[in-house]
């Protein structure tokens, strides 16, 4: 075998063990504790508001409680989708529940938005 042909047979399996960690990095969040966090850490929540796949969280509503925002290049997967806000704006949701973040954590503690005013509650996995 040339130096050539074994150079490229290494690049070839690199590629191909390369891949299922990129896929993996494409997800929007990721399971921690029982329930999905950004992949920050910081917990992620739906609101009883939201009707179907359309996020009612909008203005001051989002300020406190940021949404999870999708890049444009991001495409719909499984349980995940990319939903449209009225900003125009791309949002994640999972289960056709929009998620969100709530202002008001802090990175390393314990979620504080789960049952907030009755209608915000911490997202888990099906």
């Known amino acids: 075998m040339t130096y ?6 290494a690049l070839a399996l690199m590629a191909a ?3 299922p960690a990129m896929a993996f ?18 917990a992620l929540y739906t609101f009883d508001k939201d009707s179907g796949a ?11 409680w940021p949404p999870l925002m999708a890049k444009d290049s991001d495409k719909s997967m499984g349980e995940w989708t990319v939903i449209t806000r ?9 289960d056709g529940k929009p ?6 954590d802090k990175r390393g503690e314990k979620p504080t938005g789960d049952g907030k005013f009755g209608v915000w509650h911490i ?3 099906d």
Request: glycine letters at 8%.
């Open 99 to 104: 998620l969100y973040t709530f202002a008001m």
């Open 4 to 9: 050539f042909t074994q150079t490229t047979k």
């Open 25 to 42: 990095a494409a997800e929007p969040a990721m399971e921690k504790d029982g329930m999905l966090t950004d992949h920050s850490g910081m």
């Open 123 to 125: 997202a888990k996995p």
């Open 86 to 94: 009225d900003d125009g704006g791309k949002q994640w949701a999972y």
């Open 17 to 19: 063990l390369a891949l």
């Open 54 to 64: 359309k996020s009612m969280c909008n203005g001051e509503c989002a300020a406190k």
